[in-house]
Structure formats: structure tokens, C-alpha cells
């Protein structure tokens, strides 16, 4: 952790900026500044993996419990969805979705996305899915990680990805 830290204010004592921050000098080096949902964002994809402490899928399931995936295509406001469909004793499949949210389920939508923010925590939890956030701009495609699993050092980390599930999955039900 402490090598994180110094890692970090290292990058940022040198200029280690501008819109590729988030890959500059290593997981968690020069992104203190960075947005993660900036002012030009054209696209968002988060996804939820599915595993952790959960048991098998029935047999003959086209997916996992817990898994999804929601797209925001901002110019158009496309919303788009594909979740696993969970029944008892019958296999789980996939339902997928879309619509043009209204403009109060865009600025809610937005509202989550700005609460994403970057973590700096450096431990793991146990049996919690794999949560991740794409975020593309015009110049580049931001990978984030769940800080969840920080401990192992795949990325970027980022918190609030579960809140954004949810408002995801509130609208993929209106």
C-alpha cells in the first residue's frame, strides 16, 4: 500500500496527466484528477460478472446468477441490457432489452455515474462478483475495476459501481 501512495504522488508531482491518466505509472499512479464519468463521455458499459458465494447454476443455463450487462449510448440515450433471468428449478437464460431513457432517467443514470469515484484502498473482500465500468470519450476507453478486489492490482479501482448497478437495473425494469 505504501508503494501505491508514493507510486501515486510520484506520477502526479511530474505531470503524469491529461486523458490516459488513469494507465500512466501503474494501477493507481496519476489518477487523483481524473473523472471518471468527464464532460465528453459518448458511452458507458457497466457489467456485473457474476461469482462470488453463490451455488451452481441448474443445469442447462445459458448464464450465472448475478450476471449483467447495461449500455449507455449518450448522444442517442440508447439504453441497453442483458441480465440473467434467475427461476427456481429451471435453468437460468438471458433477457435483453433496450430503450431512449426520458430525460430524467438520463440525468439519473448520469447522477450514478458521477458518484463513481477512484479508490485508493488496497485490500480484498471474499465472494463478491467481478464489477466493472467502460467509459469511452471520443479520445480514449477508460477501464474500472470494483475496488472490491483492489488487493490484486488489475487496474484501476473505483467505488460506487454497485450503486450504478442498481439504478442500471431500475431502468432496465421501467
Request: overall charge negative; aromatic content about 8%.
Amino acid at each position: 500500500m505504501r508503494y501505491s501512495v508514493l507510486a501515486a504522488l510520484a506520477a502526479w508531482a511530474v505531470g503524469c496527466g491529461g486523458s490516459d491518466a488513469p494507465r500512466c505509472g501503474g494501477p493507481d499512479a496519476g489518477v487523483a484528477d481524473t473523472a471518471i464519468w468527464p464532460s465528453d463521455a459518448a458511452q458507458m458499459t457497466v457489467s456485473n460478472a457474476g461469482g462470488g458465494f453463490i451455488g451452481p447454476a441448474p443445469q442447462g443455463s445459458e448464464c450465472q446468477s448475478g450476471q449483467a450487462t447495461y449500455a449507455l449510448t449518450v448522444a442517442t440515450r440508447a439504453f441497453t441490457w442483458q441480465v440473467c433471468q434467475t427461476a427456481v428449478a429451471a435453468p437460468y437464460t438471458w433477457a435483453s432489452g433496450q430503450k431512449v431513457l426520458e430525460q430524467t432517467e438520463l440525468d439519473d443514470l448520469v447522477t450514478a455515474l458521477k458518484a463513481v469515484t477512484l479508490s485508493m484502498r488496497d485490500t480484498c473482500g471474499a465472494d463478491k462478483s467481478t464489477l466493472t465500468l467502460e467509459v469511452m470519450t471520443p479520445s480514449a476507453t477508460h477501464d474500472y475495476l470494483d475496488d472490491f478486489y483492489a488487493c490484486n492490482h488489475a487496474g484501476v479501482y473505483v467505488t460506487g459501481i454497485d450503486e450504478l448497478l442498481q439504478v442500471s437495473a431500475g431502468l432496465s425494469k421501467q
